[in-house]
């Protein structure tokens, strides 16, 4: 988690080195803390009724999950938070969004990126597809507010409380 975190923020740097990039900014405001808030707790609850109703999804994210989660200690989900909400949404909202013009091509580009990044194996696709919806809203989320902070706050908010759910849930289903 940590490597993957610093190879894109290395994409990230050397992305906005070679193309002169205008990041959104980042900036904290209470607004901003609301809709970072609110859009994290919609993809959190989204996930789970999605988690719940679709079978495939459900295997998909306990594969991945699984591989990610069973390692860490309950105090590393904070990592699980911050790590990649902060170098995911630098790279795909605050790069590359921005960089292909912030216009609904570069929404879907940018977001079917993110969603392969969550690919790691042949049966993740609707791991994948959950994650370029993910990305959707995240990215959706940056342009309406024109504010990067929002994004962040969603990413590393709805990776937490994800990661706390699927470790209570697999700490329940292990006894």
């Avoid at 989900?77 to 949404?89: A, M, N």
Wanted: net charge neutral.
């Amino acid at each position: 988690m940590g490597g993957t975190a610093i190879v894109l923020l290395a994409i990230a740097k050397a992305w906005l080195h070679l193309s002169h990039v205008t990041l959104l900014p980042v900036s904290f405001t209470w607004m901003s803390l609301g809709w970072g808030l609110a859009v994290g707790f919609v993809i959190t609850i989204a996930s789970f009724i999605m988690y719940r109703i679709w079978p495939a999804y459900s295997r998909s994210a306990d594969t991945y999950l699984k591989l990610v989660l069973s390692p860490l200690l309950w105090p590393d989900l904070i990592w699980l938070g911050l790590l990649p909400g902060l170098s995911e949404e630098l790279l795909f909202r605050g790069v590359m969004l921005s960089d292909l013009g912030l216009t609904s091509l570069a929404l879907v580009v940018s977001s079917l990126a993110f969603g392969i990044l969550h690919f790691s194996g042949s049966q993740q696709w609707p791991y994948v597809i959950w994650a370029s919806i993910v990305g959707l809203i995240l990215g959706y989320s940056a342009i309406a507010t024109g504010n990067l902070f929002v994004p962040i706050l969603a990413h590393i908010l709805t990776n937490f409380m994800s990661g706390c759910l699927w470790k209570l849930n697999y700490i329940g289903s292990q006894s």
